[in-house]
């Protein structure tokens, strides 16, 4: 995924990860590079896939990145809330649409961190026309590794909301994944978005090609939490956040 705005406070420079290991878990961060996870094992095998890239531009090469202040696509940038008509600077050079948020591009804040848990913070740079301000919980503990998002509005108005985390996990042959969907939306083109009815209860989706064997990853998403946001319409699947709100979102 390689970005054209926005791309102001992304820091080129390597930055060592912090360390986070307890419970036979182990999981390194780099919060300069869009606040991912760069790898998470458990006791030496990995629970999410390596990062296989390096640099800022790579998000879909890491193990997990946050997806903030929205998550998926809005139509070429483009949409209306309350009235009044939104335009997004360009953020993908792999289509028109604004996909997805500017989390994944900015460098984070460390607001604490020890052996066991790191909380990073985000805060809106303008790109997205509302101020807020997001955190993001990343612990080792015995039955697990917990993440968290917490996204706050700290503007005057209220804002459309939504945020997600990206995990990637890793891929053999023998990989089944199975969700419980009816529908599911096509991607994004120039027509309507109508959801079409999937052929089975469980669907298999398939690595993306062309990544390599060690770095294959099952890229996939639930159809009923997915939305593709066309333009003039308030974004779906969004929520409505008043001044000094906040919605969590954690896996």
Known sequence: ??????????????????????????????????????????????????????????????????????????????????????????????????????????????????????????????????????????????????LALTLRNIDASPMPAGLDLHPNVPYTDQTMLRFDATSASPPLGQGLLVSQPLGSRYKIWEPTSGIGDRARSLLCGLARDCHDHPAGDRPAGFGDLAPGGTTLRGL
């Open 1 to 146: 995924m390689n970005r054209l705005e926005p791309r102001a406070g992304m820091a080129d420079i390597v930055h060592p990860a912090l360390q986070l290991a307890s419970h036979g878990y182990a999981v390194a961060i780099d919060p300069l590079r869009g606040g991912r996870i760069i790898s998470a094992t458990y006791e030496g095998l990995d629970v999410l896939r390596p990062d296989a890239g390096s640099g800022a531009a790579s998000a879909l090469d890491s193990a997990c990145f946050p997806l903030v202040p929205f998550s998926n696509r809005i139509r070429n940038g483009a949409f209306a809330f309350q009235g009044q008509y939104y335009q997004l600077g360009k953020n993908w050079d792999g289509d028109a649409h604004a996909i997805p948020g500017e989390g994944w591009l900015r460098p984070w804040d460390v607001v604490a961190a020890d052996g066991s848990r790191a909380l990073l913070r985000l805060r809106g740079t303008g790109w997205w026309p509302w101020a807020y301000e997001c955190l993001q919980e990343i612990k080792v503990i015995e039955r697990g590794i917990g």
